[in-house]
C-alpha cells in the first residue's frame, strides 16, 4: 500500500521546453500536492509522438493515470486534482459561485481556443523570438486574452485567482512563457500579470528542468521559430 510520498499515479508529460498542454498538467498535480511519477516522454516533432501514442489514450500528453482514474485532457486534469486538493493547499476553484464561474469560464476559453496564438507563436522557453510571430489574429487573441485577464483581475491579482495560483493560472500559464518569448506588446497590467506568473515557484521550477533537459531533445524545427 502506499505510503504518505510514494507515487499513487503517474502523470506522462511531453518536453518541457516545448509541451504547453504537459506544463497545465504539471502545474495542476503539484499545486493540488498529488503524489505522481512523472513520465516524461521527449517530443519527436509533428505531433506524432510514437511512445506517447503508445502510452496514452488520445495519443496525447498531458496524461494521469492516479488511483485507478484515467484522465486526459489537460482541463479534465485540472477540474480532477481540484476535486482532490487537500484543505491546507489554496483551492484551484474560489468557493463563490459567481467568482467560479468567471474563472472557470476563462479556463475553458484558453482550452477551447486561441488557435491563431497557439499556432504563430508555439512555446519555446529556451529561444527570445521578440517581435515574430505577431499576425494580425494572434495578436487579436492576445488582445482577447488581456481583456478575459483584466476582467478576472479587477478583484484583485497578483493571479487570475487573487493571492494563489488557481485553475484558471493554470490554462494560461503556458501563454505567459509565449508572451516572454514573443514579447507583443502588452498593457502594464498584462505585463504585471506575466511577471506574477513568471516569479511563481513552480514556473520557476518548470523552467529550470526545461533549461536542463538534453540538447538531444531539441527539434531544429522547432528552434527556427516562426518568420519573422
Ligand atoms: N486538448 C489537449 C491537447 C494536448 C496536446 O495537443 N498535447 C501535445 C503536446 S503540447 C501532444 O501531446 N502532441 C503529441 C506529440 O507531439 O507527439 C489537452 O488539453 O490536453
Known amino acids: 500500500m502506499a505510503d504518505a510520498t510514494s507515487p499513487e499515479g503517474r502523470l506522462f508529460i511531453g518536453t518541457k521546453r516545448y509541451s504547453s498542454w504537459s506544463m497545465r498538467g504539471w502545474l495542476a498535480v503539484h499545486l493540488a500536492g498529488l503524489e505522481v511519477e512523472e513520465v516524461l516522454i521527449p517530443l519527436t516533432g509533428g505531433g506524432g509522438t510514437a511512445a506517447i501514442k503508445a502510452a496514452t489514450p488520445t495519443g496525447l500528453v498531458p496524461y494521469l493515470e492516479h488511483r485507478g482514474a484515467r484522465v486526459w485532457e489537460s482541463l479534465a486534469i485540472v477540474e480532477y486534482c481540484a476535486e482532490l486538493a487537500p484543505a491546507h493547499l489554496p483551492p484551484l476553484w474560489p468557493e463563490d459561485r459567481a467568482r467560479r464561474a468567471l474563472l472557470r469560464s ?123
Open 106 to 228: 476563462a479556463a475553458a476559453e484558453m482550452h477551447a481556443g486561441f488557435r491563431a496564438l497557439r499556432q504563430a507563436m508555439p512555446m519555446n522557453l529556451g529561444r527570445d523570438f521578440a517581435g515574430r510571430g505577431a499576425t494580425p489574429d494572434a495578436l487579436a487573441d492576445v488582445a482577447r486574452i488581456e481583456t478575459v485577464w483584466a476582467t478576472c483581475l479587477d478583484a484583485g491579482g497578483p493571479f487570475l485567482h487573487g493571492e494563489a495560483m488557481g485553475g484558471a493560472d493554470i490554462m494560461y500559464a503556458p501563454v505567459v512563457t509565449r508572451l516572454i518569448t514573443y514579447a507583443p506588446a502588452l498593457s502594464a497590467r498584462g505585463k504585471a500579470y506575466v511577471a506574477a506568473v513568471r516569479a511563481h515557484p513552480l514556473v520557476g521550477r518548470w523552467y529550470e528542468e526545461a533549461a536542463r533537459e538534453p540538447e538531444s531533445w531539441r527539434l531544429p524545427g522547432y528552434e527556427a521559430g516562426p518568420a519573422a
